[in-house]
């Protein structure tokens, strides 16, 4: 993993917080964010806080999707020694919420009226009980595809917008001995390809009751079947070296050249952009094929850890500058995800991230936004990791489709 130096400026910072909250003292923060583009990232609230005089312990747990940063949080709370923000998604954030380790940020929330600006399916996982306990950094997607558009363009491929497109223009790469697919083999990674790969075989509806009301009939489907057929075609089309491999190295593979495409979150596009790679020139990003109406969505926020008593100055602090407009912006831009505001314009954005913040929209105002399963937006984590563990198993060809299915449909029912 490589480090990064992102030329920020503290000037974004400049008018940040509306409410001029009066800090001293440092945040520890732990968070996932290791990998090229998402250490740039971070470097652009870093410097924005430290430009407000809050100094940044930095607690970095390395994995992707977060499962690690996550076991050491639990050890943590656990020690009685809670760090003061921390990232979390979706119910991991209510799960502690209603353990009641949460801070409450209402203050900061209706000063700055958080209520009117953040989207509804947000604050289904930052607002708990009437509580605002977190602070929305984003809005990330699944159910997008990265392909190096030389590769495609030297084998005679246009964008696919079907599966069975998908699956010719796999043969084709195949065939010009390129990797079709750049993959990491964890289970977290199967399960973000998963999710796009669910949601064009099941549709809207089926994704929904699948992953969020756990219908066990949807879940033991014969289309649940063909999602598992469709998991053995891209595992048919990984490099033998995948497993294990970190999503970064996966999407290294596709800025380099080695491979045509990667079904990845668009944290995928800081990747890109920290290579100094263009969208539309060196590379392409669109749905997976049979998913371009519906979002699959994870959203990273900030988790303010109760620190025995109401919330602290630099709490409320961080909380301020993560939800100001131009962090948003300047943010988001670096990291390869939307504003988690909907007030913010998409001027600074290039051409994936406007076509993110437009797809958010259009989804929400039609019904097809959903919480990602593989990101801990559809269900608790006890499920997700069930789901994890077929999904992964099937993917590594412990199970064939058919028991996969009947693996699913066992799995959640034990952990729900
Ligand atoms: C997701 C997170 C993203 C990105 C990704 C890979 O869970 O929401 O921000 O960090 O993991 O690490």
């Keep these: 993993m490589r480090k990064h130096v992102l030329m920020t400026t503290v000037a974004l910072f400049v008018g940040a917080t509306s409410t001029n909250i009066a800090a001293a003292g440092d945040v520890e923060v732990l968070h996932w964010w290791t990998s090229g583009g998402e250490a740039a990232a971070l470097n652009v609230l870093k410097e924005g806080l430290e430009g407000q005089g809050i100094g940044w312990n930095d607690m970095p747990v390395a994995g992707g999707g977060g499962e690690s940063a996550m076991t050491v949080l639990r050890a943590r709370v656990t020690a009685g020694n809670a760090p003061t923000a921390v990232q979390g998604l979706g119910f991991d954030i209510i799960d502690w919420a209603k353990q009641g380790s949460l801070a409450n940020l209402n203050d900061v929330a209706a000063k700055e009226g958080w209520d009117d600006v953040i989207p509804a399916a947000l604050q289904q ?67 973000t390809v998963f999710d796009g790969v669910a949601m064009s075989v099941l549709g809207p509806d089926g994704y929904k009751a699948a992953f969020i009301d756990l219908d066990e009939a949807t879940l033991g489907s014969d289309s649940m079947k063909e999602v598992f057929d469709r998991m053995g075609v891209i595992r048919a089309n990984v490099d033998e070296n995948f497993s294990g491999r970190d999503w970064n190295l996966a999407t290294a593979m596709v800025i380099n050249g080695e491979a045509g495409f990667q079904m990845m979150g668009d944290w995928a596009k800081g990747e890109f952009i920290n290579a100094g790679k263009v969208p539309g020139e060196d590379f392409l990003c669109f749905r997976f094929p049979g998913t371009a109406d519906q979002v699959t969505f994870n959203a990273d926020q900030f988790m303010m850890f109760d620190q025995g008593g109401n919330v602290s100055p630099e709490q409320a602090a961080l909380a301020s500058a993560i939800l100001a407009p131009s962090f948003q912006s300047a943010f988001n831009v670096v990291k390869g995800s939307v504003p988690a505001r909907t007030d913010v314009s998409d001027e600074a954005f290039d051409a994936c991230g406007k076509k993110g913040m437009a797809d958010l929209a259009a989804a929400a105002k039609s019904g097809n936004l959903f919480g990602s399963m593989a990101h801990g937006h559809a269900s608790a984590a006890s499920v997700k990791n069930a789901m994890y563990d077929v999904i992964t198993a099937h993917f590594n060809g412990e199970y064939d489709s058919a028991t996969a299915v009947e693996e699913l449909v066992d799995a959640v029912s034990i952990a729900k």
């Excluded at 977190?134 to 997607?141: G, K, L, T």
């Design 125 to 191: 996982f930052a607002k708990v009980d009437g509580k605002w306990v977190s602070a929305p950094v984003n809005v990330h997607s699944t159910n997008w595809v990265w392909a190096n558009k030389a590769v495609l363009d030297a084998n005679g491929i246009a964008v696919p917008t079907t599966w069975d497109e998908f699956v010719a223009a796999l043969d084709k790469l195949k065939a010009a001995g390129i990797t079709p697919v750049a993959h990491g083999g964890q289970a977290w990674q199967e399960a």
